[in-house]
């Protein structure tokens, strides 16, 4: 989504600073280059293509947040995830970076599977990215749109209820480039560093380079080497633009990242770990060899012809690969005896194509053409425990079928104790005395040989479940807009959308059979139909297919303000679940949503106010989400997709508001009504359930402030925001953990002050600035996780970052 920045006629004097953008509002832009001061903030007009046509952004018919340049120095910004507090509807799940997923108006999608998709597309260079590709830095971003709702017509592939498109900077004409360094607490160094060189004959090569690199928030005193909240990624991108001829663009860009950081935090809080509260600044973890990374690289190559002054073609090609991993605790404690971790491990590439076709004249503007894509995945799930926790989950096995009250079959007085039972007169010391031979001795006897003994201490069990998978995409769209009088557009448009996938699941045995005879999987074990999957993958193949559209009425109420009312409905395919092997013959459902949306959009006030405001009623059924789920029988709990009907009604709004030339102040809110339908599940703890709810979000708000007082020499910038969250977790809900009650912090609100003070040299060259998030130091719950609750009675935490602070300097020439 290509986009121009063009001023409105408010007296703003050439070069002037860049103000938001109409969702955000507020945030005060310094260009790449230098530029001549400005004199004031003013509110702009942008130009963006977010229908595949340019339009300004307050003519567009659609709920478009956006995020420029200038919020991502205001708020440091570094992935889609820091951005959900400025665009109100969207909101980024989880912590991890491998495994994230989006919410946009209260829709969200599993993050575990390849064999699924998420309901929210996203876009980078006007490139689909598949879920693991998603956390690409904003090195040299131009900007991020999130369009909301479903937008299946123009955008095809799991657009079912939204839209991201992250904009990078494309090569100028200009001799250009800048230096950044940002530096704070917990050692935090960032620095960046581009340049634009024009190289004649048409020629431009803009080449971009990032360094991320922060300690954690909080000192492991496990044996594990995972930090909490540490950060350490790179990312590279070179790109030339080419002028072939007057009516020819040539774009061919190469970026990669890389990250090699601590996984996804787990601090306990159950009575085996560290202790109870998770801002004591020290927590243990044991999880061996942990890790979050990924390598990845990405080229795109784009081709625009414009036939004449009515027709004009673009051609798109592009390929992506990237390999992860995300070796994170899944017990939050160190006791072996508990030990359980998993790991995500891919390695994937996608091909992407597409053809589009621009037509526009004073009457019609239409856009049409086609797409494909294919996908090729191989996932690893990997769970591993040790001989220790694994004893401990014999053991809860022998309590359950011989009435035994053991705490852990390794204890050598309590063992004995249970073969006393038995009339097998031995003692703890004859036991500890013997090794392993008691243990095989009750094996034998019993049959079993997951009894096994304490010489396997320390020993890795690892299960996997290993899925590969293909998946291709095509697609034919056409969308026309008719300019039936001066103020009275009508919009119609037209997808079909084709999906085929094959998809295979491979239980390999545990790690342990080649040091123990007959041991089975414990965790990972197939459906009784589907044993062969122990030696040969079972491959399953299905399709998909759907037509959606979307019809609109827009209205200019008068030349600086509009109203519109649309209809629209978007589609996610079917697919399978990597964990369930099930799926082969009963895949996951597709996704169909359909969306009403009426909207006010424009200034008010000579331009002085400017409003946003969307009103929509969101239908999706089949939503593909996953839960914690453990079937009566099996060891623990794993993520589990399901399908679920949802029906989200609301509003969304933000208001930015120029009191003088010199101060800027903005506000965005969301208030929605969901509802939720679900069959019965087996939870966390074996226990029917279900999802059918419904109820009000919670009260959120973000408020914005932007000051640029007159000062004698350069330029100052003041930026505040102050974010608000109201807690909705019930303590009287009959699900509500006991060992959360009385967790510090985990019932409060969030309230989070953050500011930007920055000073820019007269001629623009210079910008040094002082920055501090959460300035009240707020300590907060991120979020609980209870994979081994039911197994070892191990629930664990992440938190928010505590207050951090810190300098910039910039040099741009």
Do not use: C
Not at 488 to 512: A, H, M, N, Q, V
Request: charged share 25%.
């Amino acid at each position: 989504m290509d986009i121009r920045v063009r001023h409105r006629s408010t007296g703003i004097v050439p070069g002037a600073l860049l103000a938001a953008p109409a969702l955000l509002g507020l945030a005060v832009a310094v260009p790449a280059a230098a530029q001549p001061k400005a004199s004031r903030i003013d509110l702009e007009e942008i130009i963006v293509t977010a229908q595949r046509r340019e339009q300004q952004s307050l003519d567009v018919p659609v709920a478009v947040g956006t995020f420029t340049s200038r919020d991502i120095v205001n708020t440091g910004a570094l992935t889609l995830q820091q951005i959900d507090d400025f665009i109100p509807g969207f909101e980024a799940d989880g912590e991890t970076f491998t495994q994230q997923s989006y919410n946009v108006r209260g829709i969200s999608s599993p993050n575990i599977s390849t064999g699924g998709d998420p309901s929210v597309a996203t876009f980078y260079d006007g490139v689909y990215l598949p879920r693991a590709a998603t956390t690409v830095a904003f090195a040299d971003m131009e900007r991020v749109e999130v369009l909301m709702g479903p937008q299946g017509t123009l955008f095809g592939r799991n657009a079912a209820v939204g839209v991201i498109s992250m904009v990078p900077r494309a090569p100028t004409d200009v001799f250009e480039g800048f230096v950044n360094l940002r530096a704070g607490n917990y050692d935090l160094l960032r620095v960046e560093g581009m340049a634009n060189v024009p190289l004649g004959n048409d020629l431009a090569v803009r080449v971009n380079a990032l360094s991320n690199r922060r300690d954690g928030i909080a000192d492991n005193v496990g044996p594990s080497a995972a930090q909490a909240g540490d950060r350490d990624n790179t990312a590279l991108r070179i790109a030339a633009a080419w002028q072939a001829a007057d009516s020819t663009q040539v774009y061919l860009a190469w970026d990669g990242d890389r990250f090699d950081q601590s996984p996804t935090m787990a601090i306990g809080i159950s009575p085996y770990g560290y202790g109870r509260d998770p801002f004591a600044g020290k927590y243990e973890n044991d999880v061996r060899h942990a890790e979050e990374t990924r390598d990845m690289y990405g080229i795109t190559g784009k081709l625009r012809h414009e036939f004449d002054q009515r027709w004009s073609a673009r051609a798109t090609l592009a390929y992506r690969e990237w390999e992860t991993t995300n070796r994170q605790d899944e017990d939050g404690t160190a006791d072996p005896t508990r030990y359980f971790d998993t790991n995500n491990r891919e390695d994937s590439d996608i091909f992407y194509s597409e053809i589009q076709f621009n037509f526009a004249d004073e009457r019609f503007d239409a856009v049409f053409g086609a797409n494909y894509s294919r996908e090729n995945t191989f996932q690893s799930t990997d769970a591993n425990a040790l001989g220790e926790s694994i004893a401990r989950l014999v053991t809860n096995q022998l309590n359950g079928d011989l009435g035994l009250s053991l705490d852990h079959i390794w204890n050598p007085a309590e063992f004995a104790s249970a073969l006393n039972l038995f009339g097998i007169p031995v003692t703890g010391d004859d036991i500890a005395s013997t090794g392993d031979f008691w243990y095989d001795t009750v094996a034998g006897a019993l049959g079993e040989p997951m009894v096994f003994g304490p010489s396997f201490r320390g020993r890795e069990w690892t299960e996997a479940i290993q899925n590969e998978g293909e998946f291709t995409n095509r697609g034919i769209y056409g969308d026309l807009a008719w300019h039936a009088t001066g103020r009275l557009d009508l919009i119609g448009g037209l997808r079909y959308s084709e999906d085929e996938k094959e998809f295979s699941w491979l239980y390999p045995p545990t790690s342990f059979t080649g040091l123990r005879a007959g041991v089975s999987n414990q965790i990972f074990v197939p459906d009784a139909p589907f044993v062969s999957a122990y030696t040969t993958p079972l491959v399953a193949r299905d399709s998909w297919n759907e037509v959606t559209g979307r019809a609109v009425a827009q209205y200019a109420l008068s030349d600086d303000f509009m109203a519109y009312l649309s209809y629209s409905t978007g589609y996610k395919s079917g697919g399978f679940d990597s964990l369930q092997i099930g799926t082969a013959v009963a895949p996951l459902e597709p996704e169909e949503s359909e969306m009403i949306e009426l909207g006010l959009k424009g200034d008010l006030f000579t331009g002085r106010l400017r409003v946003q405001f969307a009103l929509f009623e969101l239908e999706v059924d089949g939503r593909q989400t996953s839960v914690e789920s453990r079937r009566p029988g099996d060891a623990n709990a794993i993520p589990t997709v399901i399908n679920v009907d949802n029906r989200n009604r609301g509003f969304e709004i933000t208001l930015d508001w120029l009191v003088t030339d010199t101060l800027r102040l903005g506000a965005l809110t969301t208030v929605r009504e969901d509802e939720t339908s679900s069959a019965s599940f087996y939870d966390a703890d074996a226990q029917l359930t279900d999802l059918n709810d419904s109820g009000d979000t919670a009260t959120n708000y973000t408020l914005k402030l932007d000051w640029a007082p007159v000062i004698p020499l350069g330029e100052l910038l003041v930026h505040v925001d102050y974010v608000f969250a109201e807690n909705t977790v019930d303590p009287d809900d009959p699900n509500f953990f006991p060992e959360l009650r009385g967790l510090p912090h985990y019932l409060d609100d969030s309230k989070l002050l953050n500011a930007r003070v920055s000073w820019i040299s007269e001629d623009a060259h210079y910008e040094v600035a002082l920055w501090g998030q959460n300035l009240l130091d707020r300590e907060l719950i991120s979020g609980v996780r209870s994979i081994t609750r039911s197994v070892f009675g191990t629930t664990h935490v992440g938190i928010l970052d505590p207050l951090t602070w810190g300098v910039e300097a910039r040099y741009s020439w």
